[in-house]
Structures are given as structure tokens and as C-alpha cells.
């Protein structure tokens, strides 16, 4: 294989446009006859986290597992695309040692911008008091310091974003 199978992780808030942005840009990279498999931090949740909750210890086994999960992908020739929440930056600090090379994508939108999108009701829940240890309400969530890619998708098209991050992944050399 010419190109290398890197792991592009997509972190930002729930409602910023992760599975979205994973899943055109999978599409994309499809399109340009690479191997790619997008990793959705819910239906990973339902599939390989049951019995977790969302205590900081709990994430971070979550994240553990995605990230063994990512490596066989990657060391198999194709590429994970991760969209996931993954609030704390010692996580995100953790799949980069482990997954190399590892591509960190903020799909930086502000929180009222989500809570106003907020697609799945669960900003509404969480200010009810009915979803503890919400990112963004009552947890933190900590932006990347030094991301590769930063899609603000409360400005950008997915088309555009897309395009910004097929760009940086050329700039990287990571693609042809």
C-alpha cells in the first residue's frame, strides 16, 4: 500500500457535526479508492460499552476500547475515522501514543450552537437534570490545544469542511 492508514479523530461537542463530518469525508476518501471505516461514538457506546456509564473512569475505558478497535483498522490498511466526544484531553493524549500517525480533527462548534441544533434532545435533558455528567452542561469538555484540523462547523458547509480537511491531510502528505 502507497499511503499510509492513518486514524483521523474527530472531537468537539455532541450536535457539533461529528458523525457528519466523519461520514462525508469517509465518502470522500471512498471516492478516492481508500479503505476508511467511520467509528461513531454512539453506536460504539451500544455495541462494545455496555455496562459503562460516564464517570471519567468510564470514558476513559471507552476510549481505550476504540482505540484497540482503531489500531487493528489501521494496522489492517484501513483507515478509522473516530467521531467522538472524547471531552478530556488526557484521553485524546492517550489514542495519539497508541495510534500513530494520529490525526486530531475539532469540529469546533460553540455550545449554544449545539444546544440550538441539539438533534438528539439531549442538551434539553441534561439542563433537566435527567442525563448527569453531560459534556458541555454539567462536565467539562476541553478543547484540543494543538489539533491538526479545525473545522468550524457553525461557519462552513460539510462540503467546505470536507474540502479543509482533505487539504490538510495532503499537507501532512497522509494522502496524494
Known sequence: MSEHAFTLWLTGYSGAGKTTMAHAIA???RSHGRRVECLDGDELRAAIGRGLGFSREDRMENIRRIVYISGLLARNGIIPIVSVISPYRDMRAYAREQLA???ELFV?????ECERRDPKGLYARARQGAIPMFTGVSDV???PE???IVLPTDRCSVEEGVQLALNRLKDLSLLT
Do not use: R, V
Open 27 to 29: 465518502a470522500s476518501l
Open 101 to 103: 500517525p494520529f490525526i
Open 108 to 112: 469546533d462548534c460553540p455550545l449554544d
Open 141 to 143: 469538555y476541553e478543547p
Open 146 to 148: 494543538a489539533p491538526e
